[in-house]
């Protein structure tokens, strides 16, 4: 995926693209808390109770299971869901809105990171830290786009803004959320585990911003000395880093971690692809809102392809990330 802060401005920039007159623009606007959320997807439930004395089992599975299998079936019963939930309908529509922006964009970006980053395998020792690479490299991708193609500073973006919905979104996700896990994925909901994790998420990211360093060198030296690099400071935002080559805007070859099909992109380029992909998910919600019965499997199917978050490809495919060249063994300084 990237991070917070890009997928948030994946979500502004396709809604910011569809017409005035498009009915899921009407209801986004009206309950934008929930599409700002859904750009988030599952992303939230791996900051749940992130202390490891804490005595409750955390969520990350759930984030987990809805990045990795039974994509068109989250949102073929998200849907369906939806326009049969009077009460709470426009919430969860704007929220599956949001989700379906972070979808397009994991698809888009998430080959090009894993490429750099390498791919943590629970079974193969020593593999965690390319789960802390992945993390790193997310934040500086957020840094350098903001910068590149907001001209603004990602280290002082509220980002726990992004996690405090309304009262009511909460309520409504509580609800979503029970349903959706039990009915896709057949795994119970902890009462209250929604607003729980949000609060968790929320009350990290009021501590990812560090514009001077100095969280990142203290975390470093503890770091070192129990010899887990960037297992915290891979969180914090830099005031800046270095955009040409984060964003790989010189075009260099790298290739899908997957297949080793050779791709050029630059970093904007597959947001952009994102953005666009978003923009054609909102139309096709437009157009299935006032069937009798909502969406198909058939229309869904159209929509997202059973697309894998990580991999950008079905998520039934069965094949291994193989291929890698970690950008901090070239470029250790970033």
Not at 1 to 17: E, F, I, P, T, V
Not at 36 to 60: A, C, E, I, S, V
Not at 167 to 187: G, H, P, Q, R, W
Not at 230 to 257: C, G, I, M, Q
């Amino acid at each position: 995926m990237s991070d917070m802060l890009n997928h948030y401005c994946c979500g502004r920039d396709a809604l910011k693209a569809m017409p005035e007159d498009s009915a899921i623009k009407k209801i986004i606007l009206e309950n934008y808390d929930a599409y700002r959320l859904g750009t988030q997807g599952p992303d939230f439930f791996y900051y749940h109770h992130p202390m490891p004395w804490n005595p409750l089992r955390p969520l990350h599975r759930y984030g987990n299971k809805i990045h990795k299998t039974k994509i068109d079936a989250f949102f073929y019963f998200g849907f369906q869901y939806a326009l049969n939930a009077p009460k709470d309908k426009n919430i969860i529509l704007s929220y599956l809105a949001g989700f379906s922006c972070h979808h397009s964009l994991d698809v888009a970006s998430h080959p090009y990171i894993f490429y750099l980053t390498g791919h943590c395998d629970a079974k193969a020792p020593g593999s965690r830290v390319f789960s802390y690479y992945h993390k790193y490299f997310e934040v500086l991708l957020d840094v350098a786009y903001y910068q590149y193609e907001y001209q603004k500073l990602a280290c002082f973006f509220p980002l726990d803004k992004l996690f405090t919905p309304r009262k009511k979104t909460v309520d409504a996700l509580e609800a979503f959320y029970s349903f959706i896990m039990a009915c896709v994925y057949n795994e119970p909901l902890q009462r209250g585990c929604v607003a729980d994790t949000l609060q968790d998420t929320a009350e990290l990211a009021r501590f990812f911003g560090d514009p001077r360093t100095r969280k990142k060198r203290v975390v470093r030296a503890i770091e070192k000395l129990i010899d887990e690099e960037k297992v915290v400071s891979r969180v914090f935002y830099p005031l800046f880093t270095d955009e040409l080559t984060v964003l790989n805007l010189a075009n260099h070859p790298w290739k899908h971690p997957c297949t080793g099909e050779v791709h050029s992109e630059s970093y904007p380029q597959l947001f952009k692809q994102a953005v666009a992909e978003t923009t054609r998910k909102l139309t096709a919600i437009d157009s299935f809102m006032d069937l009798p019965k909502g969406p198909t499997p058939e229309i869904i199917g159209d929509m997202y392809h059973n697309l894998c978050y990580d991999t950008g490809l079905p998520a039934n495919a069965g094949l291994d990330m193989q291929y890698f060249d970690i950008i901090f063994d070239h470029y250790p300084q970033l």
